[in-house]
């Protein structure tokens, strides 16, 4: 049975256990995808050619556990609104998640689907578009297991920040405190919530001719603002990877917010003013996480939602010390270009 890449990210012992709690037949190869993180995904192949994506998962707490059971829960829900949420397939025991009691790994399956990440503009405005669409769908979905924490004002992220021995991190710690001042006096504590996907990043999103095919992993699900989807999205459709300078491609940045404006979204006044800094938040939020999966005596609180590389690989590159540097030169553009993304606002037609 060939694997490829090299590097191995599933056991035989693993496999078996999808074969065995689904009851596949006879698997004639499997491809890892994002080889090495803690919830590594591999696509099946059976001998009948049904191919399937396989995902497991290291559940910290019984708690993260909850929180990928209830993300199922949105999905369904979704689906059955029209959303094109990946569909999770029912094992035999009646469950879409397995945890084998000898393990701390739980394993769930789901038909596979073909399709790019997001690239050009079109594929970003698609992107928006369906943000929105998942916004509508989701209000009636369960509730129940949902996390409230969003990247707002978390002494987590100033405690990770400041465990990093790098010349910008003092910086970058008290950027995150100004953002969180400036947010929370356009009133973020009384800011609706409503069900959000909570980690709305290119490689959760399959798109192909310029249209959203399905939505993948709905475990960051949680009860939050809706811009901070928005926000989050956002600084993923327009961060230039390749781009050591910090600068964000405006181009990418309207389409998404546009694509987001024609889904029938918008938002308040006071959120708008909020989003450059809300984007200086949820960014430093997702460098903390980085930094704590590599700095064992941090907090519990932030080992609870492990970083996953596929997030942190769209905004950076390289080791862990040239990230910082890119994220901080990556905060300063947009602590300085505030009036360019309200414009690309405006442009959009998101302002309420």
């Known amino acids: 049975m060939p694997q490829s890449p090299a ?7 693993e496999l078996a256990v999808v074969i065995e709690h689904w009851k596949l037949d006879s698997i ?65 025991s009646g469950e879409y998640l397995v945890t084998p009691v000898e393990g701390d790994l739980s394993y769930e399956l789901r038909r596979f689907v073909p399709g790019d990440r997001p690239q050009t503009p079109e594929d970003h405005h698609a992107s928006g578009s369906a943000l929105a669409q998942l916004h509508l769908a989701a209000r009636d979905a369960p509730t129940e297991g949902l996390g409230r924490l969003w ?53 959760n999103i399959v798109t192909q001719n310029q249209a959203v095919r399905v939505i993948l ?27 050591r300078s910090g600068a964000f491609d405006l181009a990418r940045l309207r389409s998404f917010l546009s694509g987001y404006a024609e889904g029938q979204g918008r938002l308040p006044a006071e959120q708008s003013r909020a989003f450059p800094a809300m984007m200086v938040q949820a960014m430093l939020a997702e460098t903390a996480r980085l930094i704590a999966a590599h700095t064992p005596a941090l907090s519990s609180e932030n080992k609870a939602q492990p970083v996953s590389p596929t997030t942190m690989t769209d905004l950076t590159r390289g080791p862990l010390p040239g990230a910082v540097q890119l994220i ?17 606002l405006r442009e959009a037609g998101l302002v309420a």
């Open 7 to 13: 590097q191995p990210v599933w056991s035989q012992q």
């Open 28 to 92: 004639s190869s499997f491809t890892p995808v994002n080889a090495g993180s803690v919830a590594s995904t591999i696509i099946i192949e059976t001998s009948n050619k049904a191919r399937y994506a396989a995902k497991k998962r290291r559940h910290i707490t019984p708690a993260s556990r909850d929180r990928s059971m209830a993300g199922h829960r949105i999905a369904l829900s979704a689906i059955s609104k029209g959303f094109p949420a990946a569909e999770p397939i029912r094992a035999v």
């Open 151 to 203: 990247f707002h004002n978390r002494r987590t992220v100033v405690e990770a920040l400041d465990a990093f021995a790098h010349p910008d991190t003092e910086q970058l710690a008290e950027d995150y405190r100004k953002a969180s001042a400036t947010v929370a006096a356009l009133g973020a504590s009384q800011w609706p919530a409503c069900i959000c996907h909570g980690d709305w990043h290119p490689g």
């Open 217 to 243: 992993d709905f475990d960051d699900a949680r009860l939050a603002p809706a811009c901070t989807d928005l926000t989050t999205g956002a600084l993923h459709a327009s961060a230039k990877r390749a781009d």
């Open 328 to 344: 901080a030169a990556r905060t300063a553009w947009i602590e300085a270009n505030s009036s360019k993304i309200d414009s690309a």
